[in-house]
């Protein structure tokens, strides 16, 4: 099972596409997810300059990545102005905790 995480970073209109998958093998609880997310943000972000990104987000392992990175951007000391260049997230089956009555109305 393959999951992944996708940044569009924007700069004047023109998209850098950036792929990030979670090697399956070394997760063993939400815990793991944070070198991946600190791998993120030392490689993709903490450098960038662009003006916009948004995620997308591929199963639930992609979700956990973005959580952790989400967690990990409150430690950074430009987290506020970080956290505002993001302008969509898109969550392309992520599983969720439910009960079939909840949709129901």
């Known amino acids: 099972m393959t999951s992944s995480i996708c940044f569009w970073i924007t700069v ?3 998209f850098t596409v950036v792929r990030f998958t979670a090697d399956i093998q070394r997760v063993r609880s ?3 997810y944070r070198q991946f997310a600190l791998d993120i943000y030392e490689k993709i972000l903490e450098t960038s300059t662009a003006p916009y990104i948004y995620c997308h987000m591929f199963s639930m392992n ?7 990175l989400w967690d990990l951007l409150d430690t950074v000391t430009d987290c506020e102005e970080l ?3 993001f302008k969509g997230l898109i969550f392309d089956r992520c599983a969720l905790h439910h009960h079939h009555h909840q949709f129901i109305a």
Not at 63 to 68: G, K
């Open 62 to 68: 992609g979700c956990s990545t973005f959580c952790a």
């Open 12 to 14: 004047l209109y023109s």
């Open 30 to 32: 939400f815990a793991s």
């Open 83 to 85: 956290k505002s260049k």
